[in-house]
């Protein structure tokens, strides 16, 4: 059991006969009244957002979250199949559970599922990975006095915005975590 005091971001809680994350909180003391614990969760199974007051000394049962790396295999058009390293065994999962990761993922790439209760709910891309530059505008020369960033595509159909001097089929570092181009790979 967790206080609503307790509360801190990522930490999972049930609620409702549901499982939600923190995403943000704040303890409020108002000049009259009762302190209370204003915060922000998202249901980890729809992906739904609300905002929660609670009394700090609410308490709730912790959910537990398993994560397991899976290898990504493939898509036949409606499921992603990912394989445990392990068992050899195979786990297909539709678009709304890889939605968020699969933008950034190429075949046979590890990843994080995460389970709660032995059902699959979300799959987590690496922090960072690299992907090939499919399409962009050629840069042209002269254009390099300030730091002027152009459209691009890459091999998993992820758009960003890079720097002038990268072409077609160079490979690039990306943060998975905001969708930015950080370097050359």
């Known amino acids: 059991m967790i206080n609503a005091g307790d509360f801190r971001r990522g930490i999972t809680v049930e609620l409702d006969d549901s499982v939600w994350t923190i995403?943000?909180?704040?303890?409020?003391?108002?000049?009259?009244g009762a302190a209370f614990v204003r915060a922000k969760i998202k249901n980890i199974m729809s992906g739904t957002v609300v905002e929660r007051t609670f009394n700090p000394s609410d308490k709730m049962p912790r959910a537990i979250i398993e994560s397991k790396e899976m290898q990504y295999l493939y898509n036949d058009g409606e499921l992603y199949y990912f394989m445990d390293p392990e068992t050899y065994e195979q786990m297909p999962l539709?678009?709304?559970?890889?939605?968020?990761?699969?933008?950034?993922?190429?075949?046979n790439m590890s990843v994080n599922i995460r389970f709660y209760k032995g059902?699959?709910?979300?799959v987590e891309a690496p922090n960072f990975v690299d992907l090939e530059i499919a399409d962009t505008e050629p840069g042209f020369k002269g254009d390099?006095?300030?730091t002027t960033y152009k459209p691009a595509k890459t091999e998993t159909g992820f758009e960003l915005m890079v720097p002038l001097f990268i072409n077609i089929g160079d490979v690039v570092k990306v943060d998975t975590r905001t969708g930015e181009y950080l370097s050359r790979a």
Not at 94 to 107: P, T
């Open 94 to 107: 539709n678009h709304s559970q890889v939605e968020e990761a699969i933008q950034f993922v190429k075949e």
């Open 23 to 32: 995403v943000d909180f704040q303890h409020v003391k108002p000049g009259k």
């Open 119 to 122: 059902a699959a709910f979300s």
């Open 144 to 146: 390099t006095a300030s």
